[in-house]
């Protein structure tokens, strides 16, 4: 697949049982809308949130934004249903969750093609430890992999660490997962942040991620 570029500065994560939130995300200032279908998602809502993406994402009115929805876990009882219903939107591109090894992405890669999505790009996140030691075969695995994602508060929770200003506790694993990006020319983005009140510490964790060589 040709990979096609586009800034991603700033991805916003937008749940999809929320319509108020979805209808507002067209107007907002970022790259990219993350049309979220995953944990953040309570277990009542998960089927209502697939029906309310699917069909915001096939009205359009994102403009310039890139769309992209994140689905369960593969494993779980919503995921196959999921990228079942998304492979055949107009979205730009999948986000899977929990990926964390070659054979997670090709799994994938597979359920998304023969659900007809054999002509979407896909995207990863990265959020556990054993995903971080594997980063390298995991950006090796496929072009269609258009952006590798971290997901910062679950790696951190996985690694009985402490969420700290300076983010000591993950420098390394960001490191390590940005070399494996660029090693196989994927674009890469680090982990969000939720409060937004701290203005500091938001203007500190993109410096920092920008220095570092973060895309968004």
Not at 145 to 153: E, F, K, R
Not at 191 to 213: P, Q, V, W
Request: one cysteine or more; aromatic letters at 6%; charged letters at 25%.
């Amino acid at each position: 697949m040709t990979q096609y570029f586009r800034p991603r500065r700033s991805m916003l994560y937008v749940p999809g049982c929320n319509t108020h939130y979805l209808e507002r995300a067209r107007t907002l200032h970022a790259d990219s809308i993350i049309l979220d279908l995953g944990d953040p998602i309570l277990v009542e809502c998960k089927e209502e949130s697939r029906d309310n993406v699917v069909r915001f994402v096939n009205e359009g009115g994102y403009g310039s934004r890139e769309v992209v929805v994140r689905v369960n876990d593969l494993i779980s009882q919503w995921g196959p249903d999921d990228i079942t219903a998304v492979a055949k939107t107009k979205v730009d591109a999948v986000l899977f969750p929990n990926i964390e090894s070659r054979e997670d992405v090709l799994t994938a890669l597979s359920l998304l093609d023969a659900a007809g999505g054999s002509h979407l790009p896909i995207m990863v996140m990265i959020e556990s430890p054993i995903a971080v030691l594997n980063a390298k075969e995991i950006a090796s695995a496929s072009d269609r992999i258009v952006c590798i994602v971290m997901a910062t508060s679950d790696l951190i929770s996985q690694l009985h660490a402490r969420v700290t200003h300076e983010r000591s506790a993950i420098l390394t694993s960001l490191s390590l997962v940005i070399l494996a990006a660029r090693a196989y020319g994927h674009a890469v983005v680090d982990g969000i942040t939720s409060d937004f009140k701290n203005m500091h510490s938001f203007e500190y964790a993109c410096r920092l991620g920008r220095d570092m060589g973060f895309d968004g």
